[in-house]
């Protein structure tokens, strides 16, 4: 079993700045994919970015330029920089760990877990 939990959410005002974070615990080894949705009032969840264990990235169009993903693989830690802020970027904000290597009883590289795993979730609110 794998445990997200993020952090970073808040009060900003139109053109701030925030950080969230992201840390997953449990016996894993590696996780193949970890990124961000995020669901406004009365609206779908929509990917925001997400990063493969390699680099590889993907962003939403709304938010290229603007937002930034990045991961420590050895913490299992997600970042999400957040430049720019609109109020449209008004969300909760959840991590996502899809493809989870478990680490076995030598350390090393154990079973896989296709399963995704998803946070609670953080509030980011944009508003002056």
């Known amino acids: 079993q794998v445990q997200l939990v993020e952090s970073g959410g808040g009060l900003v005002q139109p053109g701030g700045s925030l950080r969230l974070s992201c840390a997953a615990s449990?016996?894993?080894?590696?996780?193949?994919?970890m990124g961000w949705y995020r669901q406004a009032p009365g609206k779908q969840r929509e990917l925001v970015a997400a990063?493969?264990?390699?680099?590889?990235?993907n962003y939403a169009d709304s938010v290229k330029g603007r937002f930034t993903i990045s991961r420590d693989n050895a913490k299992n830690t997600v970042y999400l920089q957040m430049n720019s802020l609109k109020p449209e970027d008004t969300a909760v904000y959840s991590c996502n760990a899809d493809g989870v290597w478990y680490r076995n009883v030598y350390g090393n590289r154990g079973s896989y877990d296709g399963m995704d795993y998803w946070g609670k979730g953080t509030l980011v609110t944009v508003s002056s």
């Open positions: 449990g016996s894993i080894f590696s996780i193949n994919a």
């Open positions: 990063m493969s264990s390699g680099g590889s990235t």
